[in-house]
């Protein structure tokens, strides 16, 4: 392989590895990778894309084929990352830059800081105290729901971004914030229990999930579609069981 | 139609939007367009419902708002339409529907417990379904890659 070739199969494993790891769609991963790939002269681009990792397949310049398999292990939700490593991609298809120069910009990409703590915590905070007036909150509930929104956040960085807590982590975020409405309620008749838990568990319900696993299925990624469905169920249920169990106990 | 209200809700949801687009970590630019599809997808679903429409109509229409909406913002911000379909989403999902579902059940009362569920796996498939069809819409007519 020319070194043209090679640095163009680098940046696409990286930018699939990156776009797959942050959310975006499967076929955003499969037509990023291809798109790479036939755009550096490289022929009988295969790509395959699944939530939990990708493999291409192509030839070079002598015809011989060449193949990769890349597992992603993280699964968080980065739409910033998604949109700026799309945008390198779209430079390096266009041959705006080399396929050799992205990788430097998309390095940077991956290690690039964490924003400080209590950006997570108003971001969803916000969320949930706006969402909460759509059902019929007065301010003392507006007030409930940022505490429940910060408290939630809080308790997401605690668990970290390991995917096998993830329903644990919305079973008990949701239970947390039905005790804390609860609470509310309890300690004080200005307080509404509905439209706290409400607006507390909207920013936690799998919405994200369910576009990407239907956009999946209409574009023909079966597989993807119905795995991402069947993930999202799985999340909607954990956080409804959290809840009920926290209003079952308090009835 | 009670005109203050509605003005009140379009903002909450723009803010509820933005504020999800917060925890997503969107790009700053892409904020104010995410946050007022959110806005317009609420003010869509909720003019069909207070006029007398079912919810699950309002959620397909708000649905179909979101999604030509954000291919349309994507085009012009050359972002992925994905980023504002995430943001415009959140007003509509159906949480309180999912509330009450469980609010019923703890009840004790299954059978109102079941119709509560059945509408917010309706209110979930327009949605899902309306995202759908505007993404086959757009794929037909598309030209360019974004």
Redesign the interface.
Known sequence: MTEQSFAAQKAATFCGQLLLESGAEIYRVEETVTLILSSNQLTDVSVLAFPTGFFYSFRDENDAPIGEVVRTKVRTTDLGRVSRVNAISRDITTGAITAEDALPLLEQEKKRPARPVYMDLLASAISASGLSVLFGANVFDFLGAFLCGVTESALGLLFGRDNVSKSIYLMVSGALCAVIASLLVFLSPLFNRTPIIVGAIMPLLPGLAITNAIRDTVTGDLVSGMARLADALLQAVALAAGVAVVLALWH | MNIPKLL??FL????????????????KR?LPPGALIGGCS?LAYDLLVLSGYSPVLGAFAGGLVIGILSDVTARLF???S??F??MG???L?P??N??Q???L???GDSAGGLAACMETLLI?GA???S??FS??LT?LIRKK??
């Open positions: 009140i809700c909450a949801s723009c803010v509820g939007s933005a504020g999800f687009g917060l925890l997503f970590k969107v790009e892409t609420f050359r972002t992925p994905v980023v379909a995430t989403l959140i007003p999902v949480g309180y999912l509330f579902t469980m609010e059940f703890v009840q979930a949605l899902a379904l995202l759908g993404t086959v794929r890659r974004i």
